[in-house]
């Protein structure tokens, strides 16, 4: 039976809610709290982004059980590897050893508006490579010097380091990313539409790259993305932070504004369409179940509504106890 996990959209809440909601989100029942780390959110209008990093210190000291997971933050551009090992050893101190570092190879809009270029995914794959190895090693305690093609460190080392081991989930969405995690990573974090496709494309490969580089068994933390809504217009609205987030263009663009203007001049159904619908506890079950069946460790429930708090008590009354009834994987 897998664990589940609840998504704090940075992109939508103010840092004061989002600490609301991972507390409501904990005492739920849900055993992991994951948190994006944008710069820029993904609309101008109605959203919000907070610096991620400043909300995980806080969760550590507001939350007692949930396991804490940044998914993801990018350790390619404006954050040096080592810079985020430190902030991720400083979280798990204050959390009692509950943190879990998730990574992926970013996006254009958090990277270009700080005047990073924003490679294409061979080169961004080749920093992870490197990226990944540096914070491991920092996170284990080595004073490290390593001169790679993108990064450098000299004597560097973890002055309070982590209380125990922190594992490395990173985030992949094709063949060759899901394998390079399964060689250098304690997990995967990957978006489920089609079970199927997820299982062939991404954790297959990565399964048998991890059992190749003969790694212990490492984790899979399925995602997908939900709207809880009764009708058209609320299922809009739900996605009022979001809805810049399924445009084309997306992971070229900086400036919110831009996303937001492609959206609105968008078919909303179209747009709705790119996200699982629900209307009700029992659709939402249907949603999540196939992430379960995949045999998914850590399932990730990201869904957004117009009374986000409503929604959180609904999954712990409803969801989440029909999801742990589904059996394992066949």
């Known amino acids: 039976m897998p664990d589940f996990a609840y998504f704090l959209g940075t992109?939508?809440?103010?840092?004061?809610?989002?600490?609301?909601?991972?507390?409501?989100?904990?005492?739920?029942?849900?055993?992991?709290?994951?948190?994006?780390?944008?710069?820029?959110?993904?609309?101008?209008?109605?959203?919000?982004?907070?610096?991620?990093?400043?909300?995980?210190?806080?969760?550590?000291?507001?939350?007692?059980?949930?396991?804490?997971?940044?998914?993801?933050?990018?350790?390619?551009?404006?954050?040096?590897?080592?810079?985020?090992?430190?902030?991720?050893?400083?979280?798990?101190?204050?959390?009692?050893?509950?943190?879990?570092?998730?990574?992926?190879?970013?996006?254009?809009?958090?990277?270009?508006?700080?005047?990073?270029?924003?490679?294409?995914?061979?080169?961004?794959?080749?920093?992870?490579?490197?990226?990944?190895?540096?914070?491991?090693?920092?996170?284990?305690?080595?004073?490290?010097?390593?001169?790679?093609?993108?990064?450098?460190?000299?004597?560097?080392?973890?002055?309070?380091?982590?209380?125990?081991?922190?594992?490395?989930?990173?985030?992949?969405?094709?063949?060759?990313?899901?394998?390079?995690?399964?060689?250098?990573?304690?997990?995967?974090?990957?978006?489920?539409?089609?079970?199927?496709?997820?299982?062939?494309?991404?954790?297959?490969?990565f399964s048998r790259a991890a059992q190749k580089a003969d790694r212990p068994k490492p984790t899979v933390v399925a995602q997908r993305w939900s709207i809880l809504a009764r009708d058209e217009d609320e299922a809009w609205k739900a996605l009022a932070a979001w809805r810049g987030l399924r445009v084309e263009g997306r992971l070229d663009e900086v400036d919110p504004s831009v996303l937001r203007a492609r959206a609105d001049s968008m078919d909303r159904r179209e747009i709705i369409g790119k996200y699982a619908w629900a209307r009700t506890a029992a659709e939402l079950v249907e949603v999540y179940r196939p992430l379960v069946e995949v045999g998914a460790d850590i399932v990730s429930i990201q869904v957004t509504s117009v009374d986000q708090e409503a929604t959180i008590r609904l999954l712990g009354k409803d969801v989440l106890p029909a999801l742990r009834r589904v059996g394992p994987p066949a």
């Open 11 to 205: 992109e939508q809440f103010q840092p004061q809610a989002l600490l609301d909601h991972a507390v409501q989100a904990e005492a739920a029942g849900f055993d992991v709290l994951t948190v994006s780390d944008h710069f820029h959110p993904w609309v101008d209008d109605l959203s919000a982004s907070p610096f991620a990093w400043s909300l995980l210190g806080a969760l550590a000291l507001r939350t007692r059980r949930a396991r804490i997971a940044t998914a993801v933050t990018c350790p390619l551009f404006r954050y040096h590897p080592g810079l985020v090992a430190q902030a991720a050893a400083t979280v798990d101190r204050l959390s009692g050893g509950r943190f879990a570092l998730g990574v992926g190879s970013g996006e254009g809009i958090n990277e270009r508006p700080l005047g990073w270029e924003f490679p294409g995914n061979k080169e961004r794959r080749a920093r992870m490579a490197e990226a990944v190895p540096i914070m491991r090693r920092l996170l284990d305690g080595e004073k490290l010097d390593f001169a790679g093609e993108f990064y450098r460190t000299r004597a560097a080392k973890l002055y309070s380091p982590p209380l125990g081991r922190v594992p490395i989930w990173m985030a992949a969405g094709g063949e060759q990313s899901a394998a390079l995690a399964g060689r250098i990573a304690d997990g995967l974090i990957v978006s489920v539409k089609a079970p199927r496709e997820a299982r062939e494309q991404v954790i297959d490969p």
